[in-house]
């Protein structure tokens, strides 16, 4: 009796002691190892109440602001661990890799956005090259636990070539070098030497010389990034990723319009790097449209890539080849492609998104515009 008192007095104190913390303790804006914004402490009124939005809205509040969340999450992914446990918020733990495992999409809206691509040809009237990323989940799946479940990307990009669209053949070009770290350990992109193998299939496809490695030296600018999957997972005991910038912005000139209005920017934006998010270091993330001219290439041609994040780091290599590479995110950018493609005298284009993003993104009917 004695022993069960004890217990209960020590558990009311831990209660009492986190209730205090959490009086005390400031309230977060964000996580830095989930990155992403924490619920903050909602407003009462009678009728939120009723139909029971103000208290859904408490339970998330007091779940993000709990006092030292970051470190207990990160407990609880390695307490489940040691029971055996290998994935965690849907993120496969490999070692000393996370892969996001990728679920059954939508059948029907996977059938569309392959619909949207072929009448975006039909549209402008010019060749579209669709290039399909396979994710690590596919390019490594020997390293996927015993068992695991992950959607079959190999047969999706089959299927997309078996229309007679043009394509760049991303898997073979990612899988010939799988045992190379084409892929970050902590982050769903592929690094820089992914991205390269990315660009010389793309560029294969669109029948243009390869790059070469001697093209460039690369530069490490980053030791401690920590990525997506890392923040997703819970896993926190892995070690971080390398980054690496691999082209060179002397004489390359960079416009983005993230307000609407043309503003100068780089193929780099280092203040990225010191904040959770390093990969928006590359064109300095996500932007409804960006160009990129290099004069040297005057004679090359202007490439329109249709992209998600992974062209990011892959737009500056190709910029070697091209006199511009213009990149619309169809997130954020609401006109028409094909009438841009007109009006900047494009001479070839390419949908580039990874199978993840390309199945499940409801964008892909503004193609159609």
């Not at 999409?105 to 072929?118: A, C, S």
Request: hydrophobic share 40%; glycine share 8%.
């Amino acid at each position: 009796m004695t022993r069960s008192r004890c217990f209960t007095a020590l558990f009311c104190a831990f209660l009492g002691g986190i209730l205090v913390c959490h009086l005390l303790l400031p309230d977060r804006d964000r996580s830095p190892a989930e990155n992403r914004t924490l619920a903050q402490r909602p407003v009462f009124s009678w009728a939120a109440l009723v139909d029971g939005s103000y208290t859904r809205a408490v339970e998330e509040y007091f779940a993000d602001q709990f006092p030292l969340r970051d470190g207990w999450t990160g407990l609880k992914a390695r307490t489940e661990q040691l029971l055996g446990k290998r994935e965690f918020h849907g993120v496969y733990l490999c070692g000393d890799t996370l892969i996001a495992k990728v679920a059954p999409p939508d059948l029907e809206l996977t059938r569309r956005n392959l619909t949207y691509v072929q009448r975006f040809q039909e549209r402008t009237g010019a060749r579209v090259t669709l290039g399909l990323i396979p994710s690590a989940a596919e390019v490594w799946a020997e390293k996927l636990p015993a068992g695991a479940e992950s959607w079959d990307q190999a047969a999706y990009i089959a299927q997309a070539e078996s229309l007679g669209l043009p394509t760049a053949d991303l898997l073979a070009a990612l899988t010939a070098h799988g045992d190379e770290p084409v892929f970050y350990r902590t982050d769903h992109h592929w690094t820089t030497l992914g991205a390269f193998y990315g660009a010389n299939a793309l560029l294969e496809a669109l029948g243009r010389e390869p790059l070469s490695l001697s093209d460039f030296q690369p530069e490490t600018v980053s030791r401690d990034f920590c990525g997506t999957l890392y923040s997703t997972s819970g896993v926190h005991w892995l070690a971080p990723d390398s980054m690496e910038f691999w082209a060179e912005e002397a004489g390359i000139s960079v416009t983005s319009w993230r307000t609407g209005k043309p503003a100068p920017a780089g193929l780099y934006d280092r203040s990225y790097l010191s904040v959770k998010d390093k990969y928006s270091a590359f064109l300095g993330g996500n932007q409804p449209l960006c160009v990129i001219e290099n004069p040297d290439a005057a004679e090359e041609g202007r490439l329109l890539l249709i992209r998600d994040s992974y062209a990011d780091s892959l737009a500056p290599l190709l910029s070697r080849r091209f006199s511009q590479v213009h990149l619309l995110d169809l997130r954020y950018y609401r006109g028409s492609p094909a009438a841009y493609a007109a009006e900047n005298g494009i001479d070839e284009i390419a949908v580039l998104y990874s199978v993840p993003n390309f199945i499940a993104d409801r964008n892909l009917v503004l193609l159609t515009r």
